[in-house]
């Protein structure tokens, strides 16, 4: 089973992702947490060029391949391996993110990038995505760090990576019917944790 967590920045994936893992291991259920970029030598060294300011320009079109390649790895290397053993996998972010972020929310379009994430994931796809949505506003507002690159790009690009993230939502369902779940993430964090939870019982256990 292959369930991600995605939203834009300060939505409060990182901390549902971890409420879920605990919510699975009460069940006794083995669980695998990764995130994207980023849970394998290859996937940090590339988040680690993307996210941190480091004096090198990176334009969108380098971008997108490079959580591309993140993103391939981190399915040949971690998640695949553990759905072939009947593990729960939980991602925090997964091609979602690259459609919005390098796709619509910049260029308004989101073909080209399905077309290399069907390359980059070969066939594995998430059972169910969460998609935590919350005013860019107040989203930013939780995130008590200083902002790496792609969250200090402005309050304008936040609200179109929101934007961006609906439309893409309705693209995922058109071609999953129903694997993508919008979660309204103003609430408390328990509050939107047993949204998710219900989630998890009334759909994914029934459905799959």
């Given amino acids: 089973m292959f369930i991600s967590i995605d939203g834009g ?11 879920l893992k605990k919510y699975f291991e009460k069940q006794q259920k083995e669980v695998i ?7 394998t030598r290859l996937g940090e060294a590339i988040r680690n060029i993307l996210l941190n300011e480091n004096g090198t320009k ?15 790895q ?10 072939q053993k009947n593990q729960i996998v939980l991602c925090d972010r997964f091609l979602l993110s690259t459609l919005v972020y390098q796709g619509i929310a910049v260029q308004d379009s989101m073909e080209e990038i399905w077309k290399i994430g069907e390359i980059a994931v070969d066939t594995v ?18 995130i008590k760090r200083p902002l ?10 936040h609200q179109r990576v929101r934007a961006g993230f609906l439309k893409a939502a309705d693209k995922w369902n058109q071609i999953f019917p129903n694997r993508c ?11 939107v944790s047993q949204t998710i939870q219900n ?9 799959y």
């Fill in 199 to 207: 989630i998890v019982d009334q759909i994914l256990f029934i459905k």
């Fill in 125 to 142: 796809w998430p059972n169910l995505m969460i998609l935590l949505d919350v005013d860019p506003t107040i989203a930013l507002q939780r």
């Fill in 9 to 19: 920045d300060g939505t409060g994936k990182s901390l549902q992702i971890s409420l």
């Fill in 148 to 157: 790496d690159r792609m969250e200090s790009k402005g309050i304008d690009f």
């Fill in 181 to 191: 779940i919008v979660v309204d993430s103003s609430g408390t964090p328990e509050q």
């Fill in 33 to 39: 947490l990764c995130r994207e970029p980023g849970s």
């Fill in 74 to 83: 981190l399915v040949e290397e971690i998640i695949r391996p553990a759905l």
């Fill in 58 to 72: 990176i334009s969108v079109k380098s971008e997108m391949f490079l959580f591309m390649a993140a993103r391939a």
